[in-house]
């Protein structure tokens, strides 16, 4: 079943959302080459608990941290760990804060150091591709019309969009109705309608889209080894259009 949220909820959602924003704007501060995703883990569990808020991944299905920390050819899952950041690298910070029940998810990719021209772009047009894909959230579309405008953009620039893991609605639960491709053909699925929250983040590889899936099971990486990033907001249809419940306030070109 797929819930509609009231206004009220809506409001809940935006002020765990710019928690959650705040909380990727200081962790943009802290990553440079030698940091380990254990620091921002333990960084992200404390601030989270310091507003008020509790971290809603931790003991989601088992699931052991705060965040996923996702490096490389890492697709999403990736566990904290105590290895550092090497000059070069990308890492995917994904989490979801729950404020007075309230819940938002949102991951950001980010440089470690310098990156290679290839990697930039990697990173530039999965950021992109999740602004195509909010632009045609409106009271309306259908939910092929974001996947069709991620998926017709990044192939266009010659990377593959990730199929195994798509977006969801949420709230009161992280994962609920609808699923979120994307990928897709337009005018396709479910319509978008005036109180859905959502979440759009697509997940693109350097190479092929194949994932396959590391012995602890939870950690997806890229079949060919190429790199992979994620850029993901929640956002939430309204009468008019969209709100982008963990808007960082940054560039939406
Ligand atoms: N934030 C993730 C998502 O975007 C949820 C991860 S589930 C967890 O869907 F258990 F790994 F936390
Ligand atoms: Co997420």
């Known amino acids: 079943m797929i819930t509609l949220k009231s206004q009220r909820e809506i409001d809940m959602m935006k002020k765990a959302g710019e928690l959650l924003a705040d909380t990727h704007k200081q962790i943009a501060k802290m990553i440079k080459p030698g940091i380990t995703t254990w620091e921002i883990e333990e960084f992200v569990d404390k601030f989270l608990r310091d507003h008020g808020a ?134 396709k699925g479910a319509r978008l309608k005036e109180g859905m929250v959502i979440t759009i983040e697509p997940m693109v590889n350097i190479g092929g889209f194949e994932t396959k899936m590391d012995n602890n099971g939870w950690t997806a990486r890229t079949m060919d080894g190429s790199l992979s990033a994620q850029y993901e907001h929640t956002v939430a249809v309204t009468k008019d259009g969209v709100v982008i419940i963990t808007d960082q306030g940054e560039d939406k070109a």
């Open 54 to 187: 509790t971290p809603e991944q931790k003991g989601y299905q088992g699931y052991q941290y705060a965040t996923c920390a996702s490096i490389n050819d890492e697709i999403c899952h990736g566990f904290p760990r105590k290895t550092p950041l090497k000059e070069g690298d990308i890492v995917t910070i994904d989490m979801v804060v729950n404020l007075n029940g309230a819940l938002a998810d949102s991951a950001w990719s980010y440089p470690v150091g310098k990156v290679s021209a290839e990697t930039q772009k990697l990173l530039d047009v999965t950021k992109k591709s999740l602004y195509k894909g909010i632009e045609q959230v409106k009271p309306g579309n259908r939910i092929g019309d974001i996947g069709h405008a991620i998926q017709e953009y990044v192939e266009a620039q010659d990377f593959s969009v990730v199929r195994n893991f798509i977006g969801h609605g949420i709230g009161p639960t992280i994962h609920e109705k609808p699923e979120v491709p994307h990928y897709g053909l337009p005018h």
